[in-house]
């Protein structure tokens, strides 16, 4: 059911309905359609099954091969989930809660099948650190983990499992498939005891740990032998590409080398886009250190921007919270201490200067998003760190703090004097909250297409090589396994 609800939103309509009855068009199972259902909601009930365990022999089944089956699962759920929604905060809190309702869904908005997401993360976190905390953690090279994860989510495009024998054809052993299956995946037994053993009475059910981001792949067995089935494949992507990070976070040399490698493909997007005209560098020496990471500089019109960028990733504790600042404030410190670098930086460099500046802290993942009820307090600890460090007021500019993606998307669209106005505007209550690209769409400001980044020039410059070597080999084996299957 799961698979084929994804095939069909991807538009895989005859691979869908080989597996389901489902009604209507791939258009009309995607976001606004009539026949959508929110994929967080699937895997949500697919996590929800595997908490109760196995069905007993004599129960009563629901058809899943049938629409009017999936309707009513979803419906029932839909109703469960809505009666706990509040139940760890009052309906006056909904504000706060907000970012807890849209993480879940942001991964889906944005695809995860795309070159964006496979050679960002690629590049960050698959760097010669990245590999060695992989290699010493699980015991298996890190090329060969994503070759067969990638494998397998080619695989599944037209089956929700593959068995051993597909991946063969592309030198992948037994016992490498096997070891990818410890690391991201499980037996049906497994699963069932993940779900049992990772469950909280205290967090609402929508905001459980999800299974198929964490353990995308489900061992099942028949006469014929083990098959890996793949509920969600854009989950399955998603774990071998952002998931990267759960693997080597723990090794504190790859961390380092991945926040460097994230400063650098930041700068790389920004000199893409930024044209020849105006002037893009990596942080510089001040009195007090090392800079903020990237400066940009419009001498056509006086202004900058100062960006600070942030690698690190949104805890579980921060993604169930329904006060995510009010009950995780030190999870933060990592935001605030990036206003405050800009603010810094400013002070070193241009208090004197004609140069009018902006500042965005760049994050990974984004926040601060929908956090209007506590964006005001991020900065109001700034302002307490900024005054021990004897910052004047003055030279505390106004900053944006802004997820990567949408950064991205501003640079492609807009003009940079827009760009630079909606990060001045940013700095407002009134947009406190929002995406950068909301925005500008609020001042209905035309959009004026650049030509995309290309992901595959990080094999070019001084950067981490190892990430750009892989997105090069993804895409030799996408046609190894085109050749593959258009053998069978």
Not at 331 to 343: E, L, M, N, S, T
């Amino acid at each position: 059911m799961s698979w084929a609800i994804e095939a069909m939103r991807d538009g895989r309509e005859e691979a869908a309905r080989r597996r389901l009855e489902i009604p209507g068009s791939s258009g009309d199972h995607q976001i606004g359609g009539k026949y959508f259902v929110p994929p967080w909601s699937i895997d949500a009930i697919l996590r929800e099954k595997l908490s109760l365990g196995p069905a007993e022999k004599n129960a009563k089944r629901l058809n899943l091969k049938s629409w009017n089956g999936v309707a009513k699962l979803v419906n029932v759920y839909t109703a469960l989930a809505n009666a706990e929604s509040v139940m760890d905060y009052s309906p006056s809190d909904v504000l706060a809660a907000m970012p807890r309702l849209f993480w879940p869904q942001y991964d889906w908005q944005l695809g995860t099948s795309n070159m964006f997401r496979i050679g960002r993360a690629w590049h960050v976190y698959a760097t010669h650190e990245g590999k060695a905390a992989f290699s010493a953690k699980y015991g298996i090279d890190l090329e060969i983990f994503l070759k067969v994860g990638f494998g397998i989510y080619a695989g599944s495009t037209e089956h929700p499992a593959i068995r051993s024998g597909y991946l063969a054809a592309l030198g992948v052993t037994n016992t490498q498939l096997h070891q990818v299956r410890q690391i991201i995946g499980d037996t049906l037994k497994g699963h069932y005891e993940w779900a049992r053993s990772t469950g909280n009475p205290d967090v609402p059910r929508d905001f459980l740990r999800s299974v198929t981001k964490e353990r995308p792949i489900f061992e099942v067995s028949d006469t014929n032998g083990p098959a890996y089935c793949v509920p969600s494949r854009s989950n399955l992507m998603l774990r071998i590409t952002d998931g990267l990070y759960y693997d080597i976070v723990s090794d504190s040399n790859a961390r380092r080398r991945s926040g460097e490698a994230f400063e650098y493909l930041c700068l790389k997007i920004i000199r893409h886009y930024a044209g020849a005209t105006r002037s893009v560098e990596p942080e510089r020496k001040t009195t007090y250190g090392m800079s903020a990471d990237i400066l940009v500089e419009d001498n056509s019109t006086s202004t900058g921007l100062i960006i600070e960028c942030k690698i690190r990733r949104l805890p579980q504790r921060v993604l169930t919270s329904p006060d995510p600042f009010e009950d995780c404030a030190d999870a933060f410190d990592d935001v605030i201490k990036g206003i405050v670098q800009i603010w810094r930086t400013y002070h070193e460099f241009y208090s004197v200067s004609p140069m009018n500046m902006a500042g965005v802290v760049l994050q990974y993942d984004p926040w601060t998003i929908l956090g209007n009820a506590f964006v005001s307090k991020l900065f109001k600890s700034a302002h307490e760190k900024a005054n021990e460090l004897d910052i004047p007021a003055s030279d505390r500019i106004p900053v944006a703090l802004v997820g990567y993606s949408d950064f991205e998307r501003l640079l492609r669209d807009y003009e940079y004097a827009d760009i630079f106005e909606a990060v001045c505007d940013w700095d407002t209550e009134n947009f406190h909250g929002w995406e950068l690209v909301g925005v500008l769409r609020n001042k209905k400001l035309e959009k004026k297409p650049k030509p995309a980044f290309d992901y595959g020039k990080l094999v070019t410059g001084s950067g981490p090589l190892v990430g750009a070597t892989l997105i090069t080999r993804a895409c030799e084996l996408v046609e190894r396994l085109f050749r593959v299957q258009s053998a069978i």
